[in-house]
């Protein structure tokens, strides 16, 4: 639990703080900008000191008047909390499924990624600084409606939606509200989140969620409380939650930091952790990191570390592990665990050989787990941006 912090306690308004932003925005969308951006938030209650306590995340922030909690996009406004970035995203791109990464949900498909500003997390190796680091929300935000993203997704030929890029956690109100318009339209909504929510809010949050790639950043709570400000058991009771109370199909990245999260000791408690908590058939990535933010001095992972630790869980009897952000065919492709055949055959986010019918190994009749049609989409690498009005 951490009070407010002390920098985030004198709050202009939006349009002092992002100048550039008004600028930006057509008479319309100036109209819509206070209903949209300033949404009531859930998951709060008033303390007797005249605070009020958000139960969203496992900070627990505690604010006064006129405070942004640690994720800069939550703040106590008439003696309640309001989400400031509602409606608003750091930009729509499209982007192939196992960009998330998912290996396992509908593969070689097209899904509608943003996100928005901020984050509950306070990682120094942060690979999306510029977003979650809101001071340069300003040449990012664009405005839409969940509908709007909705029927934008549809008319791009998108199966799902994600919320990426930053933690959706912290825009829960705006995510759920858009998976909603997503629902009614048979489009997917996908959580690309690090598991860091409180436990009322958990329940809510996933029940309108199809699909969640959870970073699993390390295995130790002095990685997490080091390199991330957070705690590694609220992670670990996400994931549980995940697998025994949801239906949701999720995946995991671990994005392996050198000589941080790295080691053989780590990598066999990690896995093992999986193997017995989650079962074989969750789905690991373990993803090559870049020097970036607070850490440019660490170097590249070097593309070994990931085939050690995809072989070290491969040993702990898990089904499905992956080397990411490489060019590895057999690191990045699903093989069978009946016959060991290639089921889908991937380099980096390009797809190959598709092996899989009625969500079985074509080749022995081995039930695969996830997501599968009998033919692959064909999206391919492509990123592309999209602009919605
Ligand atoms: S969601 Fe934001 S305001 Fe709420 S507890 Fe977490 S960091 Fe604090």
């Given at each position: 639990m951490c009070d407010s912090v002390s920098h985030f306690t004198f709050i202009p308004p939006l349009h002092a703080i992002f100048p550039s932003l008004r600028d930006m925005l057509t008479v319309e969308a100036r109209a819509m900008d206070e209903t949209l951006f300033e949404h009531p938030g859930r998951w709060w209650h008033a303390l007797d000191d005249g605070r009020v306590q958000c139960d969203?995340?496992?900070?627990f922030c505690r604010l006064k008047e006129g405070q942004r909690g640690f994720c800069f996009v939550r703040q106590c406004q008439g003696g309640a909390m309001i989400l400031t970035?509602?409606?608003?995203?750091?930009g729509f791109c499209i982007d192939p499924i196992e960009k998330k990464p998912?290996?396992?949900?509908?593969?070689g498909s097209a899904v509608l990624s943003f996100g928005t500003a901020g984050c509950n997390l306070g990682c120094r190796?942060?690979?999306n600084w510029d977003i979650s680091k809101a001071r340069e929300i300003d040449k990012l935000a664009s405005l839409a409606s969940p509908e709007a993203i909705a029927a934008a997704a549809a008319d791009h030929g998108c199966r799902s939606v994600a919320f990426t890029y930053n933690d959706p956690v912290i825009f829960a109100e705006y995510a759920l509200d858009t998976a909603a318009a997503c629902r009614a339209r048979g489009i997917r909504s996908v959580a690309v989140t690090a598991?860091?929510?409180g436990e009322t809010a958990r329940a809510e949050f996933y029940a309108g969620m199809d699909a969640a790639n959870v970073d699993?950043?390390?295995?130790t709570e002095g990685f997490y409380k080091n390199?991330?400000?957070?705690?590694l058991a609220p992670i670990l009771e996400t994931l549980e939650y995940l697998k025994k109370e949801t239906s949701v199909w999720f995946e995991i990245t671990t994005l392996l930091i050198p000589g941080q999260n790295d080691s053989d000791d780590e990598l066999h408690k990690l896995a093992e952790w999986v193997a017995e908590h989650?079962?074989?058939?969750?789905p690991l990535h373990f993803t090559a990191f870049h020097p970036?933010?607070?850490?440019?001095?660490t170097p590249h992972t070097p593309p070994a570390t990931l085939t050690r630790a995809r072989a070290i869980a491969l040993a702990k009897g898990l089904h499905f592990v992956y080397t990411g952000n490489v060019h590895d065919r057999d690191g990045g492709s699903t093989w069978c665990?009946?016959?060991?055949?290639?089921l889908i055959e991937r380099d980096w986010y390009e797809l190959g050989i598709y092996n899989i019918k009625d969500g079985r190994c074509?080749?022995?009749g081995h039930a695969i787990a996830g997501h599968f049609e009998n033919t692959r989409q064909d999206w391919g690498a492509r990123r592309v941006p999209v602009r919605i009005v």
């Open positions: 969203l995340c496992p900070r970035t509602y409606g608003r995203s750091s998912l290996n396992h949900f509908l593969p190796f942060c690979q598991g860091y929510i699993l950043k390390g295995f390199l991330c400000f957070a705690q989650l079962g074989p058939d969750v970036d933010f607070k850490m440019l001095e665990p009946g016959c060991g055949g290639l074509a080749k022995c």
